[in-house]
């Protein structure tokens, strides 16, 4: 079987910046264990699946799997799989995409980039110590949590946020959690890192769910609904926010840097 993939660098000005994510087009869905084999072989922090939709409620079908588990929302991956679709597709403008865990999501186009639709994950304060703890803290501002399994920890500075030296091990004991560590910006907004060991993920590169959970939390805190972001990862990623009602919206371009063919077996 010859399966179509893309690699898509998303939230990235130029190649090698960003997040990466693999973007696959299929006929019909696979069996899991055939798609969970193909991220792990990709190795990159998210393949996306696209199955176009037998309905009018939606352009395609769409599922993440990291290299170990399938994921209840990736942002990156939408992004790209929206750039995947929109650059081979001049006349569309918008395309919906039905998820089984995050509800619709779709990614449209503006200027020379495009707005992802996510929802809006507002987290509640909750002492997270062990994260803390695996983090090398002494102690956090706020730390806050998301019942999808989101930890938010804020810092003052952008400065502590850059020098973070996590313990790994310890984050991934704490099981399949994203591990959001936030601070007031220098050239942005805010600043963030974020850590996923336990989904086979140390340090993600650019993390679109992230967001959504920190968007409502700093918009409240800002005291306005928009705002620019960097996530401080080696790659590093760059995006706008908006809060709109229930849905944070993301701005952020994509380049293509490998297109392909998967031979499976």
């Not at 700093?218 to 706008?240: C, E, N, V, Y």
Request: aromatic share 8%; net charge negative.
């Amino acid at each position: 079987m010859r399966l179509p993939f893309a690699q898509i660098d998303a939230f990235a000005r130029a190649p090698f910046e960003g997040n990466p994510a693999a973007v696959m087009p299929l006929d019909a869905w696979l069996d899991d264990a055939v798609l969970q084999a193909i991220a792990a072989e990709n190795n990159l922090s998210e393949t996306a699946f696209l199955l176009a939709a037998e309905d009018n409620d939606a352009d395609f079908d769409l599922r993440w799997f990291t290299p170990t588990s399938e994921v209840v929302l990736c942002g990156h991956a939408t992004l790209a799989s929206g750039h995947f679709v929109l650059s081979a597709t001049p006349d569309m403008d918008r395309v919906r995409f039905r998820t089984r865990k995050a509800g619709m999501l779709d990614v449209a186009r503006a200027g020379a980039g495009y707005e992802l639709s996510l929802p809006a994950w507002g987290p509640s304060p909750k002492p997270l110590p062990a994260i803390v703890t695996a983090l090398g803290l002494d102690g956090a501002k706020e730390t806050l949590w998301h019942e999808h399994r989101y930890g938010l920890i804020v810092l003052d500075s952008a400065a502590q946020v850059l020098a973070l030296d996590p313990d790994y091990r310890a984050l991934a004991r704490e099981g399949d959690v994203l591990t959001i560590v936030t601070a007031p910006g220098g050239e942005t907004d805010i600043v963030s890192r974020v850590f996923a060991p336990g989904a086979g993920i140390d340090e993600d590169p650019v993390t679109g769910s992230a967001h959504a959970v920190m968007v409502p939390y700093w918009a409240k805190r800002l005291g306005r609904d928009t705002m620019t972001a960097f996530q401080a990862s080696r790659r590093g990623g760059h995006l706008t926010c908006r809060l709109d009602g229930d849905r944070v919206v993301l701005g952020g371009t994509c380049v293509t840097v490998i297109e392909g063919t998967f031979l499976l077996g």
